[in-house]
């Protein structure tokens, strides 16, 4: 595979499903912040189809002959802003906004669709607020298997537009951690500031903890096996 064939897959829009609208929201944004800010400036906005009002006060719209040079640059941003996504969906999404004829409109349709409505989001938020705080490690939990469940709370807040400050989810993995933790803990919050840690720094020390840990236990099991069988 040449290097144009990479750069070309690795340029292609993802496909949006039910299950990867945050990671779509993300990457379609700034693929479209890259091909023309004021296209996404348009979904921001809105767009509507240039329109004058007539003698007798009514709006009527514009033929695009008529249309100024700034109507039709504006348009023209709304054209590339809804084409990248259309160009983004499989056929059962594409169904949900092939009215559309702004971009603003599929951005929210798609939202709602994939967020809910207001109500339905607010319920998901308080729900997943709970379930953060309840949050902690079990005492058989590895960090991997614990970080996996931190991770999928992080993924369904920025799914909801409710992204989970670094700072905060340092704090609660300190907070979560067995006992058996405890001597690491106080040993990073002495050497330095904590709320300043990375989350993936910290869990990566963690795991080099745990794997020390492991690692002591099993040769000090292996020498009270050689000291009996002496």
């Not at 920025?158 to 989810?169: D, K, Q, S, V, W």
Request: hydrophobic share 40%.
């Amino acid at each position: 595979m040449d290097s144009s064939t990479t750069a070309n897959s690795f340029l292609k829009p993802l496909v949006l499903d039910d299950m990867n609208y945050a990671l779509w929201k993300t990457r379609i944004r700034f693929t479209i912040k890259t091909m023309d800010e004021c296209a996404w400036q348009s979904i921001i906005t809105g767009w509507t189809v240039p329109k004058f009002v007539d003698k007798d006060g009514d709006y009527i719209i514009k033929s695009k002959t008529t249309w100024t040079t700034e109507e039709a640059q504006i348009s023209s941003f709304n054209a590339k802003a809804i084409n990248a996504i259309f160009s983004s969906m499989d056929m059962r999404m594409f169904g949900l906004i092939a009215d559309c004829v702004a971009a603003k409109d599929t951005w929210d349709t798609l939202q709602e669709h994939c967020e809910g409505s207001k109500n339905v989001k607010r319920t998901r938020t308080r729900l997943l607020n709970s379930k953060f705080e309840k949050l902690l490690m079990n005492k058989d939990e590895t960090i991997s298997e614990y970080d996996l469940r931190l991770r999928e709370l992080v993924t369904e807040a920025f799914t909801l537009g409710e992204p989970i400050a670094n700072e905060i989810l340092v704090n609660k993995v300190l907070l979560s951690l067995p006992k058996r933790f405890n001597g690491k803990i106080w040993a990073l919050e002495e050497a330095k500031d904590t709320s300043k840690m990375k989350l993936t720094e910290l869990i990566s020390t963690l795991q080099v903890f745990e794997m020390n840990t492991m690692a002591q236990k099993k040769d000090n099991g292996k020498f009270i096996a050689f000291q009996a069988s002496n």
